[in-house]
């Protein structure tokens, strides 16, 4: 896996000091939800970040690469693209990731 450009969003706005559990990640706060932008070496460091987001306690709104994103407003995502969303984290190592 080469290095992509990933956006992240979670629900609710957060603060910088929380943001800065995700390393490297530019945070975008909106006015319902947060979505960080940032370059993610391999599905390891994509998965670390997950791992983070759920030890915080954060609700994962979704998980897209640059190239497939819409933009960013991320409170209406009825657009059909792939995603990988919660329950795909909570299912564990063997998940299925496909939409």
Same mark, same amino acid.
């Given at each position: 896996? &080469? #290095?992509?450009?990933?956006?992240?969003?979670?629900?609710?706005?957060?603060?910088?000091?929380?943001? *800065? /559990?995700? @390393?490297?990640?530019?945070?975008?706060?909106?006015?319902?939800?947060?979505?960080?932008?940032? &370059?993610?070496?391999?599905?390891? !460091? $994509?998965?670390? %970040?997950?791992?983070?987001?759920? =030890? %915080?306690?954060? @609700?994962?709104?979704?998980? !897209? #690469?640059?190239?497939? /994103?819409?933009?960013?407003?991320? &409170?209406?995502?009825? =657009?059909? *693209?792939? !995603?990988?969303? #919660?329950?795909?984290?909570? /299912?564990?190592?063997?998940?299925? $990731?496909? #939409?």
């Amino acid at each position: 896996m &080469e #290095p992509t450009i990933y956006q992240i969003c979670v629900q609710g706005r957060l603060t910088e000091r929380l943001a *800065s /559990a995700l @390393e490297g990640m530019t945070l975008h706060g909106g006015a319902v939800n947060t979505v960080f932008t940032g &370059e993610v070496k391999d599905q390891s !460091q $994509l998965f670390g %970040l997950l791992d983070r987001l759920r =030890d %915080l306690g954060l @609700e994962l709104i979704s998980v !897209q #690469p640059e190239t497939a /994103a819409v933009g960013d407003n991320h &409170e209406d995502q009825t =657009d059909g *693209s792939a !995603q990988l969303r #919660p329950d795909h984290i909570r /299912a564990g190592a063997g998940a299925n $990731l496909d #939409p």
